[in-house]
């Protein structure tokens, strides 16, 4: 009998490291217990580069806020794509505190976030996502850094909370201005060419452009093969969705105004053409990543022409990133439009990483690839850069709806 009982014990202390390690906090509870002490939190691989005066922005806005902020600087890992967006409801549930939940997420030095406003018992307010959709500064905002988004984002959720105004973003935190001013001499001959030669000016520079990206796609990629898609479909899939219902909001907005000049029509069919182009593609094409891209970056252009702000063009190399603000030549002297991050990677004599997707490669395999790598001609997002290259996405998509992939 002592003999069973000592293999019994020893069984158990066996099995015992396995079961501790089996507990391993999850991020959300990781996050939540930090909350405890501090209400800012920064994960362990930030930490170390992360800016004292950015972190002191932050605690300064979310303690003058005048309700719970809480907030929390995570790295956007593949395991984190399928939580991130239920993130803050998630954590809401650990704390059962009211108050102000903002996720920001960093890529290749590029922040994003999502975030919630809980207000305790049946307080009445506007909605987060309304006060969003009236800033017509919130597409401005620059994104190399986490503070400007959290702190604009604090400011919407005072105004959302109890009505007090949203004042001016400070210069410093907005993207430069792509005007008449700050254009190179290559982007105003471009500029008067479109205007001169119209149509058939246009047609000949877009064919120059996809006969570059051809040469550029049979090109060795120096970096081979990515391991993984940059971003995930269904977080994608909610973030258009989120989108779209902005970009409805701002163009009901715009039609139910009682008088509108010719200017303002004008605003108003542009917003729509783009955002029925965007929702043909959530509808038609809901599991695939270059619609639900495509579908994200219509309903953006589509919120800002109705609040009568101009179109800007996406980041060709990852069109999920801020506005094209900047021109960088890439291949055969091309010039396309990219992000303030994107530029200062190519800068650097680097390639952005890009947006990446999925290709197959032999009869069963598949490789995971930049999507300007994909032929053109099968795609009206790739042929066009997701508008980057020429701004005729909308109508290509009305045109070719059982060709878009």
């Known amino acids: 009998m002592p003999a069973r009982l000592v293999a019994v014990a ?84 650990r704390t059962g505190q009211p108050g102000l939940y903002i996720i920001q997420t960093v890529t290749d030095e590029y922040w994003s976030g999502v975030e919630e406003l809980y207000r305790p018992g049946n307080l009445a307010g506007r909605s987060l996502i309304s006060v969003e959709s009236d800033d017509k500064q919130r597409l401005d905002i620059v994104n190399d850094r986490p503070a400007p988004h959290v702190v604009r984002t604090i400011q919407q959720a005072g105004t959302a909370y109890d009505g007090r105004a949203l004042p001016a973003v400070p210069a410093g935190d907005l993207e430069p201005e792509r005007s008449e001013r700050g254009m190179s001499v290559t982007d105003k001959e471009n500029r008067a060419a479109y205007i001169g030669l119209a149509g058939g000016g246009l047609a000949g ?37 989120a989108q779209l219902r902005r970009a ?43 619609s639900m891209v495509g579908a994200l970056v219509l309903a953006r252009q589509a919120e800002r022409v109705a609040a009568g702000s101009p179109v800007q063009p996406p980041c060709f190399f990852d069109p999920t990133h801020q506005p094209g603000t900047t021109t960088v030549t890439w ?11 994107c530029a200062a990677v190519f800068a650097k004599g680097r390639r952005p990483l890009g947006l990446r997707v999925q290709r197959k490669s032999g009869r069963r395999g598949h490789e995971i690839v930049p999507y ?27 045109g070719r709806l059982d060709d878009v992939r």
């Open 10 to 93: 020893f069984v158990l202390l066996t099995f015992l490291p396995v079961r501790a390690e089996a507990a391993t906090p999850t991020l959300p509870d990781r996050i939540a217990a930090a909350w405890t002490k501090d209400r800012v939190y920064v994960d362990e691989r930030l930490a170390p580069a992360m800016p004292a005066t950015e972190l002191s922005r932050i605690r300064t806005a979310a303690s003058t806020a005048g309700f719970p902020v809480y907030v929390a600087l995570v790295p956007r890992t593949p395991d984190l794509l399928p939580i991130l967006y239920d993130l803050p409801t998630l954590l809401q549930a």
């Open 205 to 241: 520079f877009v064919l120059t452009l996809w006969l570059a990206l051809r040469r550029k796609r049979r090109k060795q990629d120096p970096k081979g093969p990515f391991g993984r898609p940059s971003v995930g479909l269904a977080s994608t899939k909610t973030k258009a969705d």
């Open 248 to 290: 409805d909001q701002a163009v009901e907005r715009l039609s139910k105004r009682a008088k509108l000049s010719a200017h303002q029509l004008d605003e108003r069919d542009d917003a729509t053409r783009r955002l029925d182009a965007a929702h043909t593609l959530r509808e038609r094409h809901p599991d695939d990543l270059l």
């Open 331 to 341: 291949d055969d002297d091309v010039e396309v439009p990219t992000c303030r991050n």
């Open 372 to 398: 300007w790598t994909l032929d053109p001609e099968d795609s009206p997002m790739v042929a066009t850069g997701f508008g980057a290259l020429s701004d005729d996405l909308p109508e290509r998509i009305s």
